[in-house]
């Protein structure tokens, strides 16, 4: 058994996980691609267990069950990726810098400081069905190798997939991510610019099906993921 907790500095919504990184601290239990299910919100500041029971690995508090994750294949192909300039152009059609349901998120959110949040403000890229931007990973978020840690790249993976969605902020509802799967194909590093891109799947009624991926600014593609979003009204 690990026992862990989630950060504040790691939220999602102001009082719970962020998606991404709470899939990525189970999804980086299982060696390949993995599936990782949300089944409530994580919860910050509180310790949590992750353990093996069968086929999968659980998140839990006390015996209350955060998250699954279980082994998973991902054979989805993405899209050709926007360059670098393409990228960095993007980040100012940004949705979220003039409304946001949640401006404190730790991947997204525009009201976290530089080295801080994540900061990736994935914006429409002219002419392409697609949102994307530029990240350069900060020192905290790599591993001894100088290699970005597994549960960064599932957070880098996550709201990029949302963005892409465009679907309008509403008082009365919330999307939140309900499930997860992704498949690092390739070390990411830190030393050189990294471009995050994400497009839509589809929608049927309160689900919302999304994907993103990670690559050089070359154009390799080094992770990739698929996304179900739940639509709920508050």
Not at 12 to 21: D, I
Not at 54 to 61: A, E, G, H, I
Not at 142 to 163: M, T
């Amino acid at each position: 058994m690990i026992i862990t907790s989630i950060a504040k500095r790691y939220c999602g919504p102001p009082q719970s996980g962020n998606g991404g990184y709470s899939c990525g601290l189970l999804g980086k239990q299982i060696d390949g691609p993995s599936k990782v299910r949300l089944h409530v919100p994580p919860p910050l500041d509180s310790e949590l267990s992750i353990e093996q029971m069968d086929d999968s690995w659980v998140l839990k508090q006390g015996e209350q069950l955060i998250g699954t994750a279980i082994s998973a294949s991902l054979d989805m192909t993405p899209p050709q990726p926007p360059s670098l300039e393409q990228a960095r152009a993007a980040r100012k059609n940004y949705k979220g810098l003039g409304e946001h349901s949640f401006p404190h998120c730790f991947v997204c959110g525009p009201g976290r400081e530089q080295g801080d949040g994540l900061r990736l403000f994935t914006g429409n890229v002219n002419g392409q069905e697609m949102v994307a931007c530029d990240w350069e990973p900060t020192a905290d978020l790599l591993d001894a190798n100088g290699q970005v840690k597994v549960e960064f790249i599932w957070s880098a993976l996550d709201c990029p997939s949302y963005f892409a969605l465009k679907v309008p902020v509403d008082p009365n509802a919330i999307c939140l991510l309900g499930e997860m799967t992704a498949s690092i194909d390739k070390p990411v590093p830190a030393d050189k610019p990294l471009i995050v891109y994400a497009w839509k799947r589809s929608i049927d009624g309160r689900k919302h099906y999304s994907a993103a991926a990670l690559c050089t600014a070359e154009g390799e593609v080094l992770a990739r993921a698929e996304h179900l979003w739940i639509r709920l009204s508050k």
